[in-house]
T-cell receptor, first 116, second 112 residues
Framework: NAGVMQNPRHLVRRRGQEARLRCSPMKGHSHVYWYRQLPEEGLKFMVYLQKENIIDESGMPKERFSAEFPKEGPSILRIQQVVRGDSAAYFC??????????????FGPGTRLTVL | GQQVMQIPQYQHVQEGEDFTTYCNSSTTLSNIQWYKQRPGGHPVFLIQLVKSGEVKKQKRLTFQFGEAKKNSSLHITATQTTDVGTYFCAVIRQGGSEKLVFGKGTKLTVNP
């Protein structure tokens, strides 16, 4: 049973370009979360999605960032017109059930985004 | 919102010494989770604590949840170089969608 898959593992973009980060949750998991981690810092929640629905996007910047989790295919985190401050590691996690008392999240290997 | 303060931010020990990291909250927590992230790696779930005063052990790791459910600790006995990494606590932020809120982590380095 494959774990959470993320690609690409490393992504380099120039300022103003678009970045697309993909996440395939573990088999049987319908809850997906995206986190951002700056160097030497903790994980910051960005968005929580279920299939075809955004449940909570309170941690996501209102401009340039969007996320989706279509009925078929991986979850996508899209960053338009990237700036240097977007350089970070972006982790996707998935869980079988909603985030409640008995549920752990499984993390993917992350995408390291570098904006030149 | 529900936040957790994690201390210390960094800890450097000699191999064989013990290590402890603490998480503190101003509000009562429903549960707390601990994750470990190796350098260059991704967070890996270690354990979840739910009950007041709960103590759980995993080999050399001891996890404790305070009686008031406002603090938690992770203690490693006789550290090894394989223990190197950043240890995060995380809590469910209730209300709304209930998402995980992570502490800033304690980065552990072990000198062989």
């Amino acid at each position: 049973n494959a774990g959470v898959m993320q690609n690409p593992r490393h992504l380099v973009r120039r300022r103003g370009q678009e970045a697309r980060l993909r996440c395939s949750p573990m088999k049987g998991h319908s809850h997906v979360y995206w986190y951002r981690q700056l160097p030497e810092e903790g994980l910051k929640f960005m968005v929580y999605l279920q299939k075809e629905n955004i449940i909570d996007e309170s941690g996501m910047p209102k401009e340039r960032f969007s996320a989706e989790f279509p009925k078929e295919g991986p979850s996508i985190l899209r960053i338009q017109q990237v700036v240097r401050g977007d350089s970070a590691a972006y982790f996707c996690a998935s869980s079988r059930l909603a985030p409640d008392l008995w549920n752990e999240q499984f993390f993917g290997p992350g995408t390291r985004l570098t904006v030149l | 919102g529900q936040q957790v303060m994690q201390i210390p931010q960094y800890q450097h020990v000699q191999e064989g010494e013990d290590f402890t990291t603490y998480c503190n909250s101003s509000t009562t927590l429903s549960n707390i989770q601990w994750y470990k992230q190796r350098p260059g790696g991704h967070p890996v779930f270690l354990i979840q604590l739910v009950k007041s005063g709960e103590v759980k052990k995993q080999k050399r790791l001891t996890f404790q949840f305070g009686e008031a459910k406002k603090n938690s600790s992770l203690h490693i006995t006789a550290t090894q170089t394989t223990d190197v990494g950043t240890y995060f606590c995380a809590v469910i932020r209730q209300g709304g969608s209930e998402k995980l809120v992570f502490g800033k982590g304690t980065k552990l380095t072990v000198n062989p």
